[in-house]
């Protein structure tokens, strides 16, 4: 499935509004792209649409032929990276994606250098009102039938929790972490399109209702649900994570441990279109965004602006807001091509 968007080349109006006629060589370093097609990649989380935008819109200004979203969950998209079916994913999750890199041929198929987006967190949370009235703060607390059935939504006794979608990287750490906490018997992990059962969990929070639910950081839900304020983050009892990460020890420099690993986004591509595009390869490991911007992106989606036309306007906005730090990028990109 594509997803479609409008855009045009910001080089292309400026060659076309000022009747320039850009010179072989010249045009040459200005765009080191031109006649390279890219197909980028993202799951179906919608939010994931802006940091993806901002990379194609560099890769535009570069001269490649940037062609429309293309949409595949995680593992699927690194296998389609490794096979060159797909030439960049701008969400990869490090350390929590380990596993889909390393399946789909690691180093020797893909590319990552650089940290596009650093410290991401995850992990569970329930309203601030049932822990203080509990004294609940662990998710191991969970155990005990009677604190599991203060969020019991559907009357069957077990604890509902608001999980992760099928075939994400947060699904295998939480279906490990129930048997590794003994919560198999007593929490239900509810699984669909996350901004489905999400939505469904605030509502049942404006409602007064106990809530539990997994998320990260940057996303929306913790503008909405705020950390300290309206929820609380739950510790787990020990580190436990499931494959090659067995041995991780996930607690937080502050001592703090959500039971996953603080994790860098980074973007992640096709080894082989990698080597072939110095100019791709080098925009790709210096590309920063902060978590603050991509939260306060995605809470202007949250809050209505989620239309294609919409995500694009935040992206130029975000373009223009930091245009000196944007043309360092692209030309250290078109150097990059010249060396």
């Known amino acids: 499935m594509f997803r479609k968007f409008t855009r045009t080349s910001v080089a292309a109006i400026t060659a076309a509004g000022l009747g320039l006629a850009v010179g072989g060589t010249a045009f040459a370093q200005d765009k080191p792209g031109e006649g390279v097609t890219v197909i980028p990649l993202k799951s179906s989380i919608a939010e994931e649409t802006f940091q993806t ?18 949409e595949l969950e995680y593992a699927a998209g690194h296998v389609a990276l490794g096979n060159g079916d797909g030439t960049f994913m701008a969400d990869h999750w490090d350390p929590l994606h380990i596993d889909f890199y390393n399946a789909a041929g690691g180093d020797e198929k893909l590319y ?8 991401a967190l995850q992990g569970y949370l329930i309203d601030k009102k049932t822990a203080d009235e509990h004294n609940i703060t662990e998710i191991s607390q969970l155990s005990d039938p009677e604190i599991a059935k203060l969020f019991d939504n559907d009357g069957d006794g077990k604890a509902d929790l608001t999980g992760c979608t099928p075939g994400w990287g947060c699904e295998k750490v939480i279906e490990h972490q129930l048997d590794a906490f003994d919560l198999r018997d007593t929490v239900t992990h509810n699984q669909g399109s996350y901004s489905a059962i999400i939505a469904d969990t605030i509502t049942r929070y404006e409602n007064g209702e106990p809530i539990l639910y997994y998320t990260w950081t940057p996303y929306w839900v913790s503008g909405v649900l705020v950390p300290g304020e309206d929820v609380v983050w739950l510790q787990v009892p020990f580190s436990s994570l ?9 607690a937080l420099p502050d001592g703090s441990n959500y039971g996953f690993q603080a994790n860098d986004q980074r973007i992640v ?7 072939a595009n110095p100019s791709a390869a080098k925009l790709f490991s210096i590309m920063k965004l902060s978590a603050n911007d991509i939260s306060a992106e995605n809470l202007l989606m949250r809050d ?14 975000w373009i223009k807001g930091h245009q000196e730090q944007w043309n360092g990028w692209l030309e250290e990109a078109r150097a990059a091509s010249a060396d």
Do not use: C
């Open 53 to 70: 935008m901002l990379v194609m819109k560099a890769l535009e200004e570069l001269g490649y032929d940037v062609q429309d979203i293309k």
């Open 112 to 119: 990552r250098e650089g940290v596009y987006s650093p410290g």
């Open 242 to 250: 499931p494959g090659e990460r067995a041995d991780v020890d996930t």
């Open 269 to 275: 591509a096709n080894r082989e279109f990698a080597e």
């Open 304 to 317: 209505g602006q989620d239309s294609e036309a919409d995500i694009e306007r935040h992206a130029d906005a």
